[in-house]
């Protein structure tokens, strides 16, 4: 796979700004847990305060808006900017969690358990879940970017979207599965590491079937 010296350029400041808003999000996770777990991270998760819980709802949304806007700045058509928007959030991601070990020393292990976000409800689940989710978003967001660089437009069937939802539906299922002890400040079940394996395998195979589908010279469909 070759990469267009323009997409190249991008791909490096996107991934610029992944790693630094990385670091803006693990430096306020650091306050947060100075103040809520003194003594160490750890579950049962502590319940935050009202007021902290609405700054760290909009907090989420607001950083998921500037991961949005990173993509649509930096691509030009709809596709595009998706896959640039996979880059930087993949990015992010991972680098959240590399500032988190170089700050606080955490996580300890790949299967600690970790707060993946709070919109709508509670996302809990081991560290590895996400990384591993995050490194295939780079990826298929490398290639999305490298495809439509080469003038072919990048358009995924209707199978595609079919089992992409549903691994969606998997891997939110594997994370909000057990919110009724999390709200209620009690040790989590054991999570299923067989959700994560089955949607990430559905997420590959989507994502190979609409890579397979023929490429399409958009100056010819102009």
Same mark, same amino acid.
């Given at each position: 796979?070759? /990469?267009? !010296?323009?997409?190249? +350029?991008? #791909? @490096?400041?996107?991934?610029?700004? $992944?790693? *630094? ?31 902290? /819980?609405? !700054?760290?709802?909009? +907090?989420? #949304? @607001?950083?998921?808006?500037?991961? $949005?806007? *990173? ?152």
């Amino acid at each position: 796979m070759t /990469l267009d !010296v323009n997409v190249i +350029r991008k #791909l @490096a400041w996107i991934a610029v700004f $992944g790693v *630094a808003f990385a670091y803006v999000e693990s430096s306020i996770v650091v306050y947060l847990r100075a103040v809520y777990y003194p003594e160490g991270f750890a579950f049962p998760l502590k319940l935050i305060s009202q007021e902290h /819980l609405v !700054v760290e709802l909009a +907090r989420e #949304l @607001a950083t998921l808006i500037m991961l $949005g806007a *990173a993509g649509i700045i930096a691509g030009t058509r709809a596709w595009e900017r998706f896959g640039y928007f996979l880059v930087v959030f993949g990015i992010w991601d991972i680098f959240y969690y590399v500032w988190l070990k170089v700050i606080l020393d955490w996580p300890l292990t790949l299967v600690d358990w970790d707060v993946l976000f709070l919109i709508p409800l509670p996302w809990i689940g081991p560290v590895i879940a996400p990384l591993i989710i995050a490194a295939l978003m780079t990826f298929c967001g490398v290639i999305i970017t490298s495809r439509i660089s080469k003038g072919d437009y990048f358009r995924p069937s209707i199978l595609s979207w079919s089992v992409a939802i549903i691994a969606t539906v998997i891997l939110l299922y594997s994370f909000i599965l057990d919110i009724p002890a999390t709200l209620q400040g009690k040790m989590p079940a054991p999570y299923h590491y067989e959700f994560l394996v089955v949607g990430l395998l559905l997420y590959l195979a989507g994502f190979f079937v609409a890579c397979k589908r023929p490429l399409v010279d958009s100056k010819k469909t102009a």
